[in-house]
C-alpha cells in the first residue's frame, strides 16, 4: 500500500478528496521501549495506540524493561520483520545508532517520542527540555529566596533529561548564593525507590535545619521518591520541584507536602504530534521538521488554587 500511494503522489490523492487516514490504513508499526515502567512513557504509549486507531494501523509494543541489548535486538527484528515504521519512545536513538542505520537503509521510517533528533530518524517529537529545565529551576530557586543549599537528582543518558541539567548548571553559575551539596545519578527502572534511599543517605549526611534547602529532581519520580524520605524522617524546610506533571506528584502538592512544583509535559500531545506525522509520512509525505515541539505549564500551589497552612 505504501508503495503504490508514493508512486501516485500524495498531492494527487490528497486532491481526489480522500483522507490522510485512509491512505495509510492497514500499515503495522512497531512502539519499542526500554522503559514503559515509567509513567510518563507509558502515557505515551497509551496515547499513540488511541491515534494508531483511529488510523487503522496494527500497532505491536515491546518492552525490554530496561535492558539496552535487548532493545537494540528488538529494533532489529522490527526493522526485518515487516514494520512499515518504529516509533522508540523515551530514548536516545544514538544509543543504537548501528539498528536505526540498518532501519533507515531498509526504508523503514524511525519516530522517536520524547528522544533525540538523529541522522538516521525522521522525527522527534518532545518538550524544549531546556526550557523545561529553566523553567523549574527559576521556581525552584526563587523559592529559597536564590540563595541556600540544593541537591540534584538526575539521569543524563537521556538525552532530554540531561538538557534540564545544563539548564540548572547555567543557573547555579547565575547564581553563587545556591549550593549544590549533593546529587546522585538515578537508577531506571525503580527509580522511586532508588531515589527514596538516595534521599535517606544525603539527609544523614547533611543533618539540621537548612543543610538542605531544595531538591531539584530531573523528572518527577526522584522527586517522590525524595519526598517519601524527608516524610519519614520528619526533616522540615525543604522544597521539592520536578519535571512531567506527573499525577501523583500534583496530588502531593495538593496536598501541602515538600513537593511545592512540577512542569508538565504535553505527553499525550507529544504522541498526536507523532501520530500524525507518522500519518503523513506512511502516505508518502514529509514530516514538518526533523524535531518537533509540545507545549509546557508550571503547575504550583497557585496555579491550582490551593492554601497551605
Not at 483511529?54 to 528488538?74: L, P
Not at 525522521?122 to 518538550?127: D, I, Q
Not at 548564593?177 to 534511599?197: L, N
Request: with cysteine; proline share 4%; net charge negative.
Amino acid at each position: 500500500m505504501h508503495k503504490s500511494i508514493a508512486a501516485l503522489g500524495l498531492a494527487s490523492i490528497l486532491a481526489l478528496g480522500v483522507s490522510q487516514g485512509a491512505l495509510a490504513a492497514g500499515e503495522k508499526v512497531s512502539v519499542i521501549t526500554p522503559f514503559l515502567a515509567a509513567i510518563a512513557t507509558g502515557e505515551m504509549i497509551e496515547a499513540f495506540k488511541a491515534k494508531a486507531t483511529e488510523y487503522q494501523w496494527t500497532v505491536d509494543v515491546v518492552d525490554t524493561a530496561g535492558d539496552m541489548a535487548a532493545f537494540a535486538s528488538r529494533v532489529e527484528d522490527a526493522t526485518t520483520s515487516g514494520a512499515k515504521a518504529i516509533v522508540l519512545v523515551s530514548v536516545d536513538p544514538a544509543q543504537i545508532q548501528d539498528q536505526v542505520d540498518k532501519a533507515k537503509a531498509a526504508g523503514v521510517p524511525v519516530v522517536t517520542i520524547d528522544g533525540a533528533k538523529n541522522a538516521s530518524t525522521v522525527l522527534n517529537v518532545t518538550s524544549d527540555n531546556y526550557v523545561l529545565g529553566e523553567t523549574m529551576t527559576k521556581f525552584l530557586f526563587d523559592q529559597i529566596g536564590n540563595k541556600g543549599n540544593i541537591v540534584r537528582f538526575f539521569y543524563s543518558a537521556h538525552p532530554g533529561v540531561h538538557q534540564r541539567e545544563l539548564a540548572l548548571d547555567a543557573a547555579l553559575k547565575a547564581n553563587p548564593e545556591i549550593k549544590q551539596v549533593a546529587d546522585h545519578y538515578v537508577a531506571v527502572p525503580g527509580q522511586v525507590d532508588d531515589s527514596r534511599a538516595a534521599m535517606d543517605a544525603m539527609l544523614l549526611a547533611n543533618p539540621g535545619d537548612g543543610a538542605i534547602n531544595a531538591v531539584w529532581a530531573a523528572w518527577d519520580e526522584p522527586g517522590i521518591g525524595a519526598n517519601l524520605a524527608i516524610e519519614a524522617a520528619g526533616r522540615k524546610g525543604i522544597v521539592i520541584a520536578g519535571i512531567d506533571g506527573n499525577p501523583q506528584a500534583i496530588d502531593l502538592i495538593k496536598a501541602c507536602s515538600a513537593y511545592i512544583g512540577t512542569v508538565r509535559q504535553g505527553f499525550g500531545e507529544m504522541a498526536n504530534i507523532a501520530a500524525g506525522e507518522l500519518n503523513t509520512i506512511l502516505a508518502g509525505g514529509t514530516a514538518k521538521a526533523d524535531e518537533l515541539y509540545a507545549p509546557v505549564e508550571l503547575i504550583t500551589r497557585e496555579s491550582l488554587g490551593v492554601s497551605c497552612p
